[in-house]
């Protein structure tokens, strides 16, 4: 590929995304914020966009196999990334609940898929998600709709384990959250280094767990390790 193609696809990535992103960026540093922003996702163009970018592969768009790939594309983005058009409050949808119960609370081996935002290639794995109640629980399903929606983001995985113990402890106002993510990342397996056995564990603790070593090796007792993608 000449350099010139090189540079006619970067800009035509670039076109991609910020036509897929058609909001105020001060709304979604790293997609702290739970606010809904104002939002239009343009299927057409984001598939001429597509087109572009397989032309300047050098591919033959109109081969049967590619008539329909670009918006086949533009429709699969558009639904990785819908946790942009997602309101924590929305997901939770008052599943919050009066409970006497004080004791660990813990949702294992909730899968995930998430679009790595810097080669937007996918890394995929486990949530591993425990809280200390304080008089409210959350309803179980919950816990996997709210990793769904920051998961549906262009993400980084330590930033996506964060935003998803802070989801929680916002809207239960625990004593304590913990978060464990395991996960194989495409970036690493399919490109650059090449290793294809490699799994990333990040971890986000809040209230007790920062600071109250039996409860926090409690949770990391109970919680299995992630088995490489391919063995």
Same mark, same amino acid.
């Given at each position: 590929m000449t350099k010139h193609t090189n540079h006619l696809a970067n800009l035509v990535f670039f076109a991609i995304i910020s036509r897929l992103f058609l909001f105020d960026n001060t709304m979604c540093q790293h997609c702290d914020s739970h606010a809904t922003p104002a939002f239009s996702f343009d299927v057409e163009a984001t598939a001429q966009n597509y087109a572009n970018i397989i032309s300047a592969s050098g591919e033959n768009l109109s081969r049967e196999g590619l008539l329909d790939t670009p918006m086949r594309a533009a429709k699969a983005f558009r639904d990785l990334t819908a946790g942009y058009h997602q309101d924590l409050h929305t997901v939770a949808n008052n599943a919050i609940f009066a409970s006497d119960n004080a004791d660990l609370v813990l949702v294992q081996n909730i899968e995930f898929y998430s679009l790595c935002e810097h080669h937007i290639l996918p890394f995929f794995g486990v949530a591993?998600? =425990?809280?200390?109640? @304080?008089?409210?629980? &959350? =309803? !179980?399903?919950? &816990?996997?709709?709210?990793?769904?929606?920051?998961?549906?983001? &262009?993400? $980084? *995985?330590? #930033?996506? +384990?964060?935003q998803v113990a802070q989801a $929680?402890?916002? &809207? %239960? #106002?625990?004593?304590?959250?913990? /978060? /464990?993510?395991?996960?194989?990342?495409?970036?690493?397996?399919?490109?650059? /280094?090449?290793? *294809? *056995?490699? %799994? +990333?564990?990040? %971890?986000?603790? !809040? =209230? /007790?767990?920062? %600071?109250? @070593? *039996?409860?926090? @090796?409690?949770? !990391?007792?109970?919680?299995?390790?992630?088995?490489?993608?391919?063995?």
């Open positions: 591993h998600i =425990g809280y200390l109640p @304080n008089g409210k629980v &959350l =309803g !179980l399903s919950k &816990l996997a709709r709210i990793v769904d929606m920051y998961a549906k983001r &262009l993400q $980084i *995985q330590e #930033n996506l +384990t964060k $929680i402890h916002e &809207l %239960t #106002n625990c004593r304590g959250v913990a /978060v /464990v993510m395991d996960a194989s990342h495409m970036c690493m397996m399919m490109r650059g /280094v090449g290793k *294809q *056995q490699s %799994t +990333t564990r990040t %971890t986000c603790m !809040l =209230g /007790v767990y920062e %600071t109250d @070593n *039996q409860a926090r @090796n409690e949770f !990391l007792s109970t919680i299995p390790k992630r088995v490489p993608a391919f063995g």
